[in-house]
């Protein structure tokens, strides 16, 4: 008995700490960017759950982009699923997007509201030690 409780032991210490050892960069692009099932009318609710506004005040942020995909995709953007674009590093394929504008310009939390508009498009990021860390555009692709 002894034995199965320091094996669950050790199994939850090294759990917490492969989370703690996640970047405080990516986490926040997770938090702010990443939604597989992202709607366009549910920018409010989303934007206002995920506690998003320009950085270190409570002014609205004028737009915030959802990326619909799953973290092991956006990241795979930062090494084979992605080309270097400037500083940044554009992904290879298209993504579904939801692009959410500010509608009421001088609101502050937890008022604003926005307007949500869906996409498909390249994305380009910032990527930190094979992480993604700033969401930078949305390209707009062509096929050939």
Known sequence: MRIQLAC???LFASVHCQD???SPRYRKFIDQHINGQMSATRCDVEIRSRGI???NSNE??????FI???TKIIKSICGQAGEPY???TKSLQPFDIVVC???NQDA???HCQYRGQTFTRRIAIKCDQGLPVHFDRDIVYFDH
Do not use: F
Not at 60 to 65: G, I, L, P, V
């Open 53 to 55: 506004s320009k950085t």
């Open 20 to 22: 703690a050892s996640v």
């Open 60 to 65: 609205c942020k004028e737009t915030n982009t």
């Open 68 to 70: 619909r995909a799953t």
């Open 108 to 110: 502050r939390q937890p």
């Open 101 to 103: 504008k500010l509608k």
């Open 86 to 88: 400037g500083e940044m």
């Open 8 to 10: 669950l032991l050790l």
